[in-house]
DNA sequence: GGTCGTCTCGTAAACGTTTACGAAAGTTGT
DNA sequence: ACAACTTTCGTAAACGTTTACGAGACGACC
């Protein structure tokens, strides 16, 4: 069924009916009635090849996640629940969403030159953001607009939303130092991913307001994973001077943490208090509760919808790239006590 | 840059430049090795729109998800594991995927006519597909090819893969019984989703063989969910007569299973023996460790991608519709204990 | 040299849509 | 009654490909 045999069922041209199906004006009420009508009776809806060849536009934002890499396999909900409240807002809009898988052993580059060539999305959301990264300089070149999840050291024009790592990292500082403690670890990413940076920064902004000297040795890199914590925890269990907390930087590395710290007999809080990253319903399943931080997972989908479709306003005001830095709320947890008296 | 600025640039047709892409027969060796040089060089891909709207095939593959759905609340990691492995295979075959959540809040044959009609893929790779699915019936009336992750009994001309779960339920039940467990109960989906009924047909046929009797009062239906796990252990924890052994179709009702024995004084293994459905990253964390099964989702990523393109095939042995039933493999575990004497 | 076949390529139509343009009909104003 | 404007619609071109068809060049063969 195309526009031409729903034009002739109805005896009209086909170019009264592409108007009347998109809401042209000029189009008698009467005669959008019946295409309507015949539309729907006939189920007809519009080819896609057609419709985007001719303008020059898909109707489809792309989502562009890395797989097989170690942060999925950890059983990770963050995505799931993201894509579905931004699906369910770029729907409202009549635009489709598609998640695009870069396989981690992929040049990521070489993948993004397909999707663009390929003209099948009108914007991308691009995930798991380095601070210097390649992909971001590419896509400025080619004219796909795009926005980040997370932010960027390198330049171009584009929008981005971050979580507000550097806050979390401070005001973690903040709650253990006010329960007394000076010997505050930190797990950090191996790689480049921007948000280690960020958090970083906080947790030295922290220490600097609380009058502590830095001790680089507390300030240990692991792969954002189960596995990942399992060495973090137990490296910091290990350590001659074991530091009595342990802020994380991501939430899928606390199970590992608290394997680890049950195999060498550390009990958390207690011997070493422990602040998370986001809250997650995984954690019910640790115990002692970590204290950790909340974050609305659907406002932040619909914010990224938003924030995506804004790109290809017409309005300039609306299209202008921007920033924008997603608050959590701390949340409190048995993990955190005050360190033991011998400490 | 589309082919006639390609062709120009080459001072040759576009009719040319075509069959030298597409690797078409009757194009001169020396033709052919420009026409390849330039498109590289001149950073040439040919525009999806045009190319599907002339063939009629989009060469991309639509994977249905459910989004909103408490199962993938409960940071399951199995789909992003199969979907890489099914991308990886797809993209060797110069295919796409792309994932299409269906938010479960919608209709889900309204979401799919919307899907068929855009003409968008291909074919498609359906999941949680049910009992009775009305979205086959549909499917089946469209021309669409497609496949189910799960057998439906709602019939059709499609292809499916199907986990074992009569299988595993059966052999569990072997495994428990060996033990000396007679009192054996099962956790089941509360709604209409495939896999229930199998695996409580293998529940029963493992009875029946064993000699025992069914008591439905031991057949417990909940979401599949952590929440839902929860409640199942409590339940089966407060029994005036409690069961020994407690079967789970599903391993995200593990952990919930595990907190509430927790809270209600009951030990797993030592007073309810468990086992849970396919092993996972996050039994780790879980003590004593659930007797399970182990599913390659590699394996199964890969064939999902061969099945599906299967049934593109001209060739109409290959494209021939087929079922399929992926065996999985017992892991013992710490859960797994003979039934304490007293009972 | 004429006929036939093969190799290579150019031409043009087709896929389904949207939209600029102009034509026809109706309305208003003088 | 005529001009000018508005409303409504039909016509045809365009988007970027692929491919059926035919034409030209060339060699082989009788």
Known sequence: ??????????????????????????????TLEKVLKAATELGYVANQSGRSLRRGATNTIG???????????????FFYVVLDAMNLYLAEQRYDLVILPCHSADDPVEFLS??????????????????????????????LPFMTLGRSETPGNY??????????????????????HRR???????????????????????????????????????PTSEMGGFSLGKQVAGMAEQPTALLLCSEVTAAGVYAAFGEMGVEAGRDISIVAFRENPLMRFLNPAPACFRLDLDALG????????????????????????????????????PPRAGS
Chains 1, 2 share one sequence.
Do not use: C
């Open 1 to 30: 069924m195309n526009i031409r045999r729903l034009a002739d069922h109805l005896n009209i041209s086909i170019g009264t009916v592409s108007r009347a199906l998109n809401n042209r004006p000029g189009v008698h009420p009467e």
């Open 63 to 77: 989502f562009v996640i890395e797989t097989g890499h170690p942060a999925h396999q950890a059983g990770d909900q």
């Open 302 to 337: 619909t914010r990224l919808g938003e924030t995506v479709l804004d790109l290809l306003s017409p309005d300039e005001e609306v299209s202008r790239r921007r920033g924008e830095i997603v608050p959590l709320s701390f949340v409190p947890g048995k993990s955190l006590q």
């Open 159 to 180: 929008s981005w939303i971050d979580l507000d790592f550097e806050g979390v990292a401070r005001r973690s500082v903040q709650e253990v130092v006010k329960l007394g």
């Open 184 to 222: 505050i670890a930190v797990g950090l990413p191996d790689n480049d991913v921007a948000l280690g940076y960020h958090y970083k920064a906080g947790y030295l902004k922290g220490l600097a307001e609380a009058g502590i000297a830095v001790d680089e040795s507390l300030i240990i890199r692991v």
């Open 114 to 143: 397909r999707v663009i060539a390929r003209g099948i999305v009108d914007a991308l959301v691009m995930t798991a953001t380095r601070r210097i990264d390649h992909r971001i300089a590419q896509l400025a070149k080619s004219k």
